[in-house]
């Protein structure tokens, strides 16, 4: 029993084994139950498991709310939030990457499933390296804080960007040393194919596999910015990778109402990009202004979720007629790398 309760990176380990244990839960619960079949996930059943899972997160909340404080409470909500709204961009670039492979949106789920299962190890590793270097050099928070308002800046002023999936880099390596299937074999990820020279069975990846390789790829892009957001709001290990965890465990059920809506959410990067600038911002103010003192939590969760919701809003109500709709995105070629012969 006193193992559980030393700390490990800050937090006695009874707290790690608890989320550990709802992610398992959780991730079994998808497994075993929702994925025993291919199906297409419909936006109702997606927004009901969406709401599911976000209900979930906020408990999750209330229990660190309760046991760690009303401060590092405040900073998971904080977290999860950005993490959240981060977490629709995301849904674009995996709706483009679903495209040009051609996956039937039966398949889709367990994809993400299993993307969402890669993403927590990834996510994790850098956390991890994080915080370890966070600890040993607080300056690194500076160089954080620069790039998120950098990024911020950026995001305000740039144009739409076009993800070319057919030229990336991984994609054209997997091609070039694994067979790759031109057509799909249901939900496996691997089959057997016979070789057109020695007529024996071997291994072949499938476009389905491609997709799930990209998309991992692609969550690493994104937390280039979503992680150092966290850190910028707390040095705390538990709450940066539980908040952030919790937000992407929702992002596979929430995906298909999306989709099919993305377009709504046009505007919204505008508000993430004054969240990132306002994020970055603080650590500076608190610093370099407040001699030290610490940003108010109440303060940093208000202006956050109200840019957020204003976001949110305002996308929803300039897209509410078809001629006022956001301009479409580039879209992607649609067809798959061909087998390597």
Sequence with gaps: MDFLS??????????WLTFI??????????????????????????????????TVALLFGVWVWVERGADLGMKYYTGFFIEKALSIDNVFVISLIFTYFAIPRKY??????????????????????????????????????AFLVFTGVKMMFAGDQHMDVGNNPAIKWISK???VTPELH?????????????????????????????????????????????????????????????????????????????????????????VLIFIGSKIFVSDFVLGGDKFPPLLSLGVTAALIAGG????LWKTRHGEDAAPHLPQPETSPPAERT
């Design 108 to 145: 889709q789920y367990r994809a993400l499933l299993w993307g969402i299962i890669g993403v927590i190890v990834l996510r994790g590793l850098m956390i991890g390296l994080g915080a370890a270097v966070v600890q040993q050099y607080y300056w690194v928070l500076y160089i954080f804080a």
């Design 21 to 54: 244990g709802l992610v398992v839960a959780l991730t079994a619960f998808d497994l075993g139950f929702l994925n025993r079949e291919d199906k297409e996930m419909g936006i109702g059943e997606s927004l009901k498991l969406s709401a599911f899972y976000i």
């Design 186 to 274: 249901g939900q496996r990820f691997f089959v057997q194919v016979s070789d057109e020279k020695t007529g024996k069975l071997v291994r072949a990846a499938t476009p389905l596999f491609l997709a799930l390789v990209v998309i991992n790829l692609a969550d690493l892009v994104f937390a280039v910015d979503s992680v150092p957001a966290i850190f910028a709001i707390t040095t705390d290990t538990f709450i940066v990778y539980t908040s952030n965890i919790m937000a992407i465990l929702g992002l596979r059920a929430l995906y298909f109402a999306l989709a099919a809506m993305v377009h709504r959410f046009y505007y919204l990067k505008y508000a993430l990009a004054a």
């Design 6 to 15: 030393t700390d490990w990176l800050g937090t006695p380990v009874w707290f």
């Design 312 to 315: 949110i809003v305002y996308s």
């Design 177 to 179: 040393r694994m067979r």
